[in-house]
């Protein structure tokens, strides 16, 4: 067996440690005989499954009481269209657009209502986040809605706009449990789980109590509606149970860790490692303004098309896997979520070096 380093975007890397714990557990979870993937979601076993993998991510992010923990299908898209259907009461919502995500939900929730795009990057392909400390937010919006981490550009909200009081919808799919947050601060923040937690399919939304209600757009399917999730635990149909076992164990591994202050302090040092490497460079380059870097996703560029897929190809010869850039912004990006280990970002750049010595 060889595992690559792997700086995939999503679906991406996960512990080691966690992928071993499931495979020791694959045809025997804990005396049931039997895997996780075959056992009835409302077996006992299950139960304390789901139930930990709560209890853990409550612990984990500080969430207060008056917030209900939701896993659900569909990925981060449909919660571009469940949003709005359960939250714009008066038909009113306002948008940053940041990145392609955040274009994306801005553009499904014209559906559902009138939606201001009231800042942008646009103009200067994402490259950094507006000034958001004094928007014209409309007076009747039912929420400002964000994407905190953008995935594809490599930006993040380092301070959240003021919204004037009204509530925040922040998409986290990328920077989800990278480092500590004041849930309260949000009325909903979620993400689909790929990018940092675990397998694709499953969504993680953490919802304020109060905007959990049955006054939701005309037509709303029921497995639209947040109130389905929440008055069911998230067993109003067939979960999403093997996600949501992987994501239990990633729970613990971050426990294990030191908790989200921990990860924050370990996701600083390898962003710096690769960061600073980039600034120094004469052959690479950041693509992204310095105070608004991400610290999971890191997009940089040579210049040269040709050179830019040499490198990539060169770059998974080395071990070093999954490096090209998105299709629709082109160069490299390493994604550095929780899972990839220092000694990997470590291995990237003494490549990157020796490409340098060797193409300048
Ligand atoms: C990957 C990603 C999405 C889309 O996730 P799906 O689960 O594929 O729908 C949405 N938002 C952000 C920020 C992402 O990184």
Request: charged share 25%; aromatic share 10%; glycine share 8%.
């Amino acid at each position: 067996m060889s595992r690559v380093y792997n700086f995939s975007a999503g679906p991406a890397v996960l512990p080691e440690e966690v992928l071993k714990e499931a495979q020791a557990e694959m045809l025997d979870y804990r005396g049931t005989g039997m895997s996780v993937m075959e056992m009835s979601h409302r077996s006992k076993a299950f139960d304390e499954i789901i139930d930990q993998a709560e209890a853990d991510l409550r612990t984990l992010m500080q969430i207060p009481d008056n917030y209900k923990v939701l896993f659900m299908q569909g990925g981060a898209s449909l919660q571009f269209a469940m949003i709005p259907m359960n939250l714009m009461k008066h038909g009113k919502a306002d948008y940053i657009v940041t990145g392609q995500w955040a274009k994306k939900a801005y553009q499904e929730a014209q559906k559902y209502g009138t939606v201001n795009k009231i800042a942008s990057s646009e103009d200067k392909t994402f490259s950094y986040i507006p000034d958001c400390s004094d928007l014209p937010i409309s007076e009747d919006a039912d929420y400002v809605y964000i994407c905190e981490n953008n995935t594809i550009y490599g930006t993040k909200f380092k301070t959240l706009p003021n919204t004037k009081g009204k509530i925040l919808v922040s998409d986290v799919s990328s920077c989800f449990l990278s480092e500590p947050v004041d849930v309260s601060k949000y009325g909903i923040i979620y993400g689909g789980v790929q990018k940092n937690i675990g397998p694709a399919g499953l969504v993680i939304s953490v919802i304020r109590e109060d905007l959990i209600t049955e006054d939701v757009l005309p037509g709303t399917p029921t497995m639209m509606q947040f109130k389905t999730y929440a008055d069911n635990r998230s067993m109003y149909n067939t979960p999403n149970c093997y996600g949501i076992y992987i994501c239990g164990k990633v729970f613990q591994w971050i426990v294990k860790m030191g908790g989200l202050e921990a990860m924050k302090e370990r996701n600083e040092k390898k962003a710096a490692i690769l960061y600073d490497f980039l600034d120094q460079s004469r052959l690479f380059k950041g693509t992204v303004v310095k105070e608004d870097r991400s610290l999971m996703n890191v997009p940089f560029v040579t210049g040269d098309k040709d050179l830019d897929a040499k490198f990539v190809a060169q770059a998974k010869a080395a071990g070093l896997e999954n490096l090209k850039g998105h299709r629709t912004v082109g160069g490299m990006r390493a994604s550095i979520y929780n899972a990839m280990p220092i000694e990997g970002v470590d291995k990237l750049v003494e490549f990157m070096k020796k490409f340098e010595e060797e193409n300048l």
